[in-house]
Nanobody, 126 residues
Framework: QVQLAESGGGLVQAGGSLRLSCAAS????????MGWFRQAPGKERELVAG????????YYADSVKGRFTISRDNAKNTVYLQMNSLNPEDTAVYYC???????????????????WGQGTQVTVSS
């Protein structure tokens, strides 16, 4: 088991930035590929970014490419999502998720992630 806890959400104006953090505890974090998902009201959960256990490979959804950056610090058992140039369409609950089966070619598959945090709210005002 691995336990995940997100932080860093909040209210920001359009054009602003936020950095989300996801702290992991339990099983060896460095073995896990990690992802960030989001779910807006009335919409399906969307995978927005993923990163392999080493950090050498990443995935981004088209909707966030060039604006969001996923990174990790295995020494701190933490994965981050730097979000820049935010717009109201980015408003959602953001979740981090982990998997032991996340090779570079599988990061974009949302079904591989099987450990989840509780989520953190991000609200972007216009």
């Amino acid at each position: 088991q691995v336990q995940l806890a997100e932080s860093g959400g909040g209210l920001v104006q359009a054009g602003g930035s936020l950095r989300l953090s996801c702290a992991a505890s339990g099983r060896t974090f460095s073995r896990f590929a990690m992802g960030w998902f989001r779910q807006a009201p009335g919409k399906e959960r969307e995978l927005v970014a993923g990163i392999t256990w080493s950090g050498s490979n990443t995935y981004y959804a088209d909707s966030v490419k060039g604006r969001f950056t996923i990174s990790r610090d295995n020494a701190k058992n933490t994965v981050y999502l730097q979000m820049n140039s935010l717009n109201p369409e980015d408003t959602a609950v953001y979740y981090c998720a982990g998997t032991l089966y996340g090779g570079s070619t599988r990061l974009s598959n949302p079904t591989i992630y099987d450990y989840w945090g509780q989520g953190t709210q991000v609200t972007v005002s216009s």
